[in-house]
């Protein structure tokens, strides 16, 4: 019993969703109202910093982990035979 890379029993609609409610938390996480205030200082970001960061980068690079790592986890819930 190994691990079995079943990319057809992969339900897609719950990848995409995930990713979408994985974005939308961190919106509303790293937002100054929320967190975002907090996190600034204990990183030491400032505004002037986030301004001058190459935004297609960060948001690409966190596209692309997002769907990696929602892909890895559906495949490892797959092979345990669970899931909700």
Not at 13 to 22: D, P, Q, R
Not at 26 to 52: C, P, Q
């Amino acid at each position: 019993m190994g691990f079995e890379w079943g990319w057809a029993d992969i339900n897609w609609l719950a990848v995409v969703v995930a990713i979408a409610a994985k974005m939308i938390v961190g919106v509303i996480w790293y937002n100054k109202r929320v967190l975002g205030t907090i996190w600034m200082e204990g990183t030491g970001m400032t505004d002037e910093k986030i301004r001058s960061g190459n935004i297609p980068l960060v948001y690409g690079s966190m596209i692309v982990l997002l769907v990696t790592t929602t892909i890895a986890m559906a495949l490892v819930i797959r092979n345990i035979g669970g899931g909700l």
